[in-house]
């Protein structure tokens, strides 16, 4: 008997993993989980950056790297890519459908803000339950409190929304522009992920005409 | 990739963890739900939705992360640049739906390195049909083919449900998988209708897959008052047997217009009744396999193991950067 | 300059690429980290697909097509450095290799961009920026790693000293280097390999790694002219297996 996993796999025969691998196996250590980070998509110029979901990673290179080819790795064009820290993002209670979070938010809650001096913050909406927040613009504020006091006054004439995210601008790693536009030019190139590049009915046809015949 | 079968079971505590519920908020939850809203994160939620959604999306992603094995094993074989591109891209995108999927399930309070050491302590499940080898190049066109097309069914289904984050990882998924489809079938197709030899491979990896493909919607649904509220809460979308159904109906003249033949001298469409009539599966095997005992349990949680431990140091490498930063559940 | 040692030049390029991505693709989803394994994967994919490219330049020269050139010849026929053939290795190898090989592919592709035959300037700009990407995940990755504690600073040392001296076979000289100098094609061999010890040092002190004094390394020359180590001909057959059961089959 061989003392090797026989795997139909040859990249598993060249692990050479022992044919009785232990049978328990040791719980983890809690540290191997990475820290949080959102991702946002900008697809093309005319398009709103849009949240496009998260990465564990454990610094925001990483996290842009990891983002790049877990979220734009399809698609015609991408134009930039965001990451954040999920916890440098403050998060706006969410309404109902139908409702506008605007309305609930009046002068007061800047009472007793921690003022931190004028920063930029970039305010990202939710616009129905079920979809994804996308960018409205940026506002400038002294903390927090006021950015969404701001954003009401700056923004609540759209369309309603039902939940805010309201991020630092400093806290923001941005790829994105000229530098960096041809890091995504050969996405169009990239056929083979396509299911437009798999068409086979003259094949089946063809096949179905000889049967026939035969 | 994913099916039904060993999801949803009953159980005593189960009934527990709904009868202390605030009645109140139970009733906002199920209106909405019943509005045709989605519930997000932040929102109230039962003990007993959340348990079952955590466990559903946690087996989904599982699914995939071991699906990427058996496709994987032709990996370093596929037959030319189409095919080669095309299966690296394939085998990659069922590893960036685990990424996804955990992604989904963490929102629910469960942290994906619990749920990875879950998978490989053997705790949790993943679908049943990955015990199975792919003996040949074959094999693993019918499974990008029609393992993907069945779990296209399930996961379409399974868009529709109330829980956000799942439902927009699946969103993105199905976008995903019908590059999968269509891949899978064009190489079906060039096979069943390539040389003698391209067609006996392509019948003999039918003969031996479908079984598996019968097993893995899972056996009939017990109707019960739990899957009664599961399917009121929108966790449980569709029954196996209407998946299994729906597949039947979508991919068995497919496979026959290829001149391919299917193992089951009883398979038919019984046209007043617009059901398909099959041989019923081997319920005690796919029983067998699921408890360990299949061709390649041992297999695939000792690769899910080894990969685990060759980056382990690469892990601990990175996570002492992160000294003093604090993980949090993703937001959406 | 004969067409040749275009080919020539086309060849090692192709054949770098498609080894290399070939390689690579083995860690696809036995990655350390999913995200990671993801991106990994990608840059694999890319490998395979700036050969292919590559080799459609060829084919458009005489040659046969891509699947042919790919999947029928033997090691001897293959141009390939002998970095890319070895085996992946642990993760702080197939990193390492990845560092060392893209970067001297940056420049290559930097140099190709401004090359007098338009197809092959084309081809080489529009790679740029797969490859600017491959640059910036290994440089993020080699010193994220090489800074993080004892062992992983250790393993990546070793990675190096050990990839090193076949990292200078990428730089064999062709039997044409003052042909593809004189008619401007690129500056040549040398002149990649000089900016690129430029290059990796600057990551490297970045990084902690140390590198060695460089005349005490004897490159690892042979892949340009058909020579190779005992992995690449084991390495062909397995990619080659489904095909070779009907190379004439449309599989």
Known sequence: MSDFLKSLDPRINRLSIPAEFGSSFPEKDEKDQFITYEVFVQPKENKA???????????EEMAFLFAKEQFSRRGMSCVGIWVIKTTAIQVSPITENGEDIYDYINKEIMEGAEENGLSTYQVFQLAKRGKQHSLSGSVEANSFEEALWNAKNTFADDKPALNLWIVKEEDILKIEGDEFADIWNTLPDKKYRDAMDYKATEKIKKFKEEQQKA | MYGGGQVFEPSSTNNELLKDEDPKKLAEFEARIARGEKIEPKDWMPKLYRKQLIRMIEQHAHSEIIGSLPEGTWITRAPGFKRKLALMAKVQDEVGHAQLLYGAAETLGKSREQMIEDLITGKSKYSNIFNYPTFTWADSCFISWLVDAGAIVNQLANARGSYG???????????????HLKYGHHCVIHLATGTPKQRQMMQEAVN??????MHFFGPSDKISTHTEILTKWKVKMATNDECRQQFLDMYVPKIWELGLTIPDENLKKNEETGEWEFTEPD???FKRVINGDGPCNKERLAVRRTAEERGAWVRRALAAKTKGDKYVAPMA | MTEEALKDLLYKIADDQLILG???SEWTGMGPLLEEDIAFSSMAQDKVGQSLAFYNLLHQLGEQDPDTVAFTRNAEQFHNCQLVELPSGEYDFSLIRHFLFDHAEFIRFQMLAECPIEEVAQVAKKLKGEVKYHVMHANTWVKQLSNANEEAHSKMQSALDYALPYALGIFEPSKYENDFIEAGIYAGEKAIETQWKENIHMVLEEAGLKLPDWDTLKPVYGGRYGKHTEYLQPLLSEMSEVFN???TADW
Do not use: K
């Not at chain 2, 927009?168 to 199905?174: G, P, S, V």
């Open chain 3, 245 to 247: 059961e009907d190379p």
């Open chain 3, 22 to 24: 070939h390689r690579n």
């Open chain 1, 49 to 59: 950056m849009q949240h496009e979901g998260i990465v564990h990673a454990p610094t």
């Open chain 2, 165 to 179: 984050p799942y439902c927009r990882a699946l969103d993105r998924i199905c976008a995903e998988e019908s590059f």
């Open chain 2, 283 to 285: 319920w005690e095997e």
């Open chain 2, 208 to 213: 031996r897959w479908w079984a598996p493909m």
